[in-house]
């Protein structure tokens, strides 16, 4: 299973970015359960950003709520954040998660894409 982000880039102070993350495997996917974006700041620890579950229950940290939404496609088994009125505080990279059963052989696991730079900054 792989999770392929996309959308990063440099954005000025109350710019909108999009970020997406698709997961794909050799073959179909059996399951995904919670998608989710998560962030790291130089020198500070992975914090969570927004998750989605499979019935579209979304949950944000405080920081983002009311600039942030998440959402996803389950057909494309594809998960976005739209980020608006953007911060230098929100300069990260950005990981996107996912709980995945791959097939019906496997079980329940987590599965991370390889992160994708955001920077704002004027």
């Known amino acids: 299973v792989q999770l392929q982000a996309s959308g990063g880039g440099l954005v000025p102070p109350g710019g909108s970015l999009r970020l997406s993350c698709a997961a794909s495997?050799?073959?179909?996917?059996?399951?995904?359960?919670?998608m989710g974006w998560y962030r790291q700041a130089p020198g500070k620890q992975r914090e969570l950003v927004a998750t989605?579950?499979?019935?579209?229950?979304?949950n944000y940290a405080d920081s983002v709520k009311d600039r942030f939404t998440i959402s996803r496609d389950n057909a494309k088994n594809t998960v976005y954040l739209q980020m608006n009125n953007l911060k230098p505080e929100d300069t990260a990279v950005y990981y996107c998660?996912?709980?995945?059963?791959?097939?019906?052989?496997?079980?329940?696991?987590?599965?991370w894409g390889q992160g994708t730079l955001v920077t704002v900054s004027s």
């Open positions: 998660n996912a709980y995945i059963r791959p097939t019906t052989r496997d079980i329940f696991a987590d599965y």
């Open positions: 989605v579950s499979t019935g579209g229950t979304k």
């Open positions: 495997a050799s073959g179909i996917i059996f399951a995904v359960n919670v």
